[in-house]
């Protein structure tokens, strides 16, 4: 089986080139799951046949937002987290018979860490729901999680040290989230691969490959045994993002 994830940075721009129709042909995933779709369901006229669609957008316009596609249709769906958090449409959750798949985008927290607090507090209230689901099957929680976890996961850990997406206190929480009993997959499998996964759209940075690993693929520790592979699709182009994907053992 095989999951990808994707942040689109404009899911209109890369239906209207073509890149996400490409994606699809050239992976077949059984599960696709985007941020940053940037859409209105009404907006949304592509089929995607053989798919089940599951989209949860903004209330402001052109904002956030995300999808998934399903080739299997789950037992349920939900929508958002528990907590107070506003309308950005950010997390989707299917839940199949074996797992819980969570489609995340996290809260940036923008220059200056003007938002840390909300995304503190948006880390907790994720982290209290994926250990409730925890305890009833394992998940697999994916998207742009907006954090470099160690100075292996970007290029320039020094000068970026203060900065959103590698504060201390973002990258405590994502400790305090695999210490709560999830494994990062990639890293577990690559402990020292450098590889990344979004690259800023100035100084030519993903030509000199200046990036970060911000997208993941974390699973119940319990569920690694299955994982066959986590991968970073860095040579699919269309977004500031790559996709990423996660293999699992057909013998589940």
């Known amino acids: 089986m095989k999951l990808i994830s994707w942040n689109v940075n404009g899911l209109r721009a890369v239906l209207r080139k073509g890149e996400l129709q490409g994606l699809l042909e050239r992976e077949d995933p059984d599960i696709l799951a985007l941020q940053e779709t940037k859409m209105q369901p009404e907006q949304l006229e592509e089929e995607f046949p053989g798919y089940h669609r599951y989209m949860y957008s903004a209330e402001r316009k052109g904002y956030s937002g995300t999808l998934i596609l399903s080739k299997e249709e789950p037992l349920a769906v939900s929508y958002g987290i528990p907590g107070e958090h506003p309308q950005e449409g950010r997390t989707i959750t299917l839940e199949f018979p074996d797992y819980y798949f969570v489609d995340c985008y996290v ?3 923008k220059d200056g860490l003007l938002r840390l607090d909300y995304r503190m507090y948006f880390e907790d209230c994720m982290r209290a729901y994926l250990s409730e689901l925890d305890q009833k099957k394992p998940v697999i929680y994916t998207g742009d999680l907006n954090v470099a976890h ?4 970007l290029k320039n850990p020094d000068s970026n040290h203060h900065n959103p997406g590698f504060s201390d206190e973002e990258r405590g929480k994502m400790s305090e989230l695999l210490a709560a009993g999830f494994a990062d997959s990639f890293r577990c499998l690559y402990p020292e691969k450098v590889q990344y996964s979004w690259w800023s759209y100035r100084m030519r940075a993903r030509e000199k490959n200046v990036g970060w690993r911000i997208d993941y693929f974390i699973v119940s520790r319990r569920f690694l045994p299955y994982v066959e592979d986590s991968q970073i699709l860095d040579d699919i182009y269309g977004s500031d ?11 589940k």
């Open 107 to 109: 809260p940036n927290s």
């Open 150 to 153: 160690e100075e292996i996961d």
């Open 241 to 251: 993002h790559c996709p990423i994907a996660l293999l699992i053992k057909e013998e």
